[in-house]
């Protein structure tokens, strides 16, 4: 695959279709990122959209130049209406000429911009099967978009320092399994997570 034609279009759309699928009580359920709840994954989008949207223009600003850190209090209110535009200003960013040339910055690291628009693209595969599986939505990535997610992860080492910030360990994955299934287990996924039963609330007694 050509990284530099690479369009972050289709995984944009999954991710909208996924966050258009979520409902309120689902915010504070888990997600496969272990300790990231629905809300904060959320969180996270909006703002990984807005930083390598702006790393597609060679901004330079808190924008680009602060590390990712998401809580599930930095969700804004209007996040419904707010991430379907952050995702599509992200993927008509990386249309734009000399998005993919040079050197760029998003998260505080700076490296060249075809290997940037990688980093973008994974980021959208893999939280969007977080999400759906959070919130039991079906999600089947676009084939071009998961292909260069594989190359990605396929290509980082299973060192520490070679994934830190970026994916855990990889988990074992069969040669045959699914291509979905093998980029999860090597970004340190569980491809076979599921959301687990949420324990009942303990019953307060009523004062007398």
Not at 131 to 152: C, D, I, V
Request: charged share 25%.
């Amino acid at each position: 695959m050509n990284l530099m034609t690479l369009d972050l279009a289709p995984a944009a759309d999954q991710m909208r279709q996924v966050v258009a699928g979520i409902t309120d009580e689902q915010l504070t359920a888990a997600t496969p990122c272990e300790g990231t709840d629905v809300a904060t994954m959320l969180a996270h989008v909006q703002g990984l959209s807005v930083a390598f949207r702006d790393a597609a223009r060679k901004v330079e600003g808190p924008t680009t130049s602060t590390a990712p850190q998401a809580a599930s209090k930095d969700l804004s209110p209007q996040w419904r209406e707010e991430i379907p535009v952050a995702l599509e200003e992200l993927a008509q960013a990386w249309r734009e000429p000399g998005a993919v040339d040079g050197m760029t910055t998003a998260g505080g690291v700076t490296m060249p911009a075809e290997i940037m628009l990688t980093v973008a693209d994974n980021e959208l595969v893999i939280h969007a099967w977080d999400l759906a599986k959070a919130t039991g939505q079906p999600y089947a990535a676009a084939p071009e978009n998961l292909e260069a997610s594989w190359q990605m992860v396929s290509n980082t080492p299973d060192e520490p320092e070679a994934r830190e910030g970026l994916f855990g360990p990889r988990l074992p994955i069969a040669d045959d399994a699914p291509l979905l299934d093998r980029v999860l287990a090597y970004a340190g996924r569980d491809p076979h997570w599921e959301q687990a039963e949420q324990p009942a609330q303990p019953r307060v007694p009523e004062r007398r």
